[in-house]
């Protein structure tokens, strides 16, 4: 009766988003055993990028047991080195098989799709429940600082390239991404000590009556596991890219900047749009800036050094479009930003500008 209960319990209509995780999580054993068997490599393609969903899920709810169990500045590190992690896996195991523009397209999409979709779909939803929310001036001012530092960081080596040629842009690379890392570390000291009562939501934590989900080790634990299920799922997903890209139709750009961008995001668009509609926006602009921040800032720097260690140089030398879309995406936040309100219709403004940009990554090739 057991085993009877269990089975009706795994087919049965899931009643919450987490059940859904949990049902989706059942693709991690499966592309194990599709690999095994040598299924054709379309079927392992799509089965590993949708496994990769429910465990950045689940990374995302085992970092936030952890935080809430330890104290403000370890929170905050742990949310800082997990928070982009199968992004960075994706990226690594790309750029050691030479596909540099999958991985340059997938940071810039990763930064525009938290910039404009995550963030413009949680006001969207948020301003369809309440006529307008309020979120921390202050510290969506400092994000957004820091995106314009995100974007200069990664246009002027890309204008050097093409005005000079590239000479010297392993150097130039390495120097600029010293700095962006820097300038991270100065914002999580900023953020997580010196000025962390500008960067509070304990408010809005207790708002919703956030507790940990799971006790610490257990918490730890899931975290290990997942991850190593993460490393796993990227390095399938990637040695498969070549064989989706030509069976879809799909440009290397497209795949990078749309489709690994949202699919790994999927689980903060989850959380942010859940917040929102709690009338807790502020938490949902916090993930998408830290989030983007954090690609441009950590992952970034991690993947020029990295490409020296795998003999696959990664300069910061960015295409045109993906320098615009940048561009525009951190210059349309920074314009909504200023007032410390937001309703639907600024949402749907930032999710036009989104599709309008996905669209035209389409057609690159």
């Given at each position: 009766m057991e085993l009877l209960r269990s089975l009706a319990n795994l087919f049965a209509i899931p009643r919450t988003v987490d059940g859904v995780y949990a049902r989706l999580l059942w693709l991690v054993p499966i592309s194990i055993l599709c690999h095994l068997l040598g299924a054709g490599d379309i079927v392992i393609f799509i089965v590993s990028i949708f496994a990769l969903v429910p465990l950045a899920r689940y990374i995302a709810r085992a970092t936030e047991s952890a935080a809430l169990q330890s104290n403000h500045t370890i929170g905050g590190l742990l949310n800082a080195t997990f928070g982009n992690l199968i992004e960075l896996f994706i990226a690594i195991?790309?750029?050691?098989?030479g596909l540099v523009e999958v991985v340059k397209a997938s940071i810039i999409g990763s930064i525009v799709e938290n910039v404009l979709l995550l963030i413009g779909v949680s006001m969207f939803f948020?301003?369809?429940?309440?006529s307008e929310q309020r979120f921390n001036r202050y510290s969506a001012g400092v994000s957004s600082t820091m995106l314009i530092i995100c974007t200069v960081g990664l246009a002027i080596p890309s204008v050097y390239a093409k005005a000079c040629g590239g000479a010297h842009m392993q150097t130039i690379s390495s120097v600029v991404s010293a700095v962006l890392a820097a300038i991270?570390?100065?914002?999580?000291?900023?953020?997580?000590?010196?000025?962390?009562?500008?960067?509070?939501t304990t408010d809005e934590m207790r708002a919703i009556k956030e507790r940990p989900e799971w006790p610490l080790r257990k918490a730890v634990l899931i975290l290990a596991v997942m991850t190593m299920a993460c490393a796993y799922e990227s390095g399938l997903m990637v040695s498969r890219l070549e064989a989706g890209i030509q069976f879809f139709g799909f440009t290397h750009a497209f795949v990078g900047a749309v489709i690994v961008a949202i699919l790994t995001n999927v689980a903060e668009k989850t959380n942010a749009v859940i917040f929102a509609r709690k009338n807790l926006v502020n938490l949902s602009i916090e993930i998408g800036t830290s989030s983007a921040i954090q690609i441009a800032l950590f992952v970034?720097?991690?993947l020029v050094f990295a490409g020296v260690v795998v003999r696959q140089p990664f300069f910061l030398d960015f295409t045109t479009f993906q320098l615009l879309a940048m561009v525009f995406a951190v210059t349309i936040l920074n314009s909504l930003a200023p007032d410390g309100r937001c309703n639907w219709l600024e949402g749907s403004q930032l999710i036009a500008v989104y599709l309008i940009i996905a669209t035209v990554f389409y057609f690159i090739e």
């Open positions: 195991f790309a750029l050691r098989r948020g301003g369809l429940k309440y991270y570390l100065c914002g999580l000291v900023f953020a997580l000590v010196t000025h962390r009562h500008l960067f509070d970034v720097p991690i």
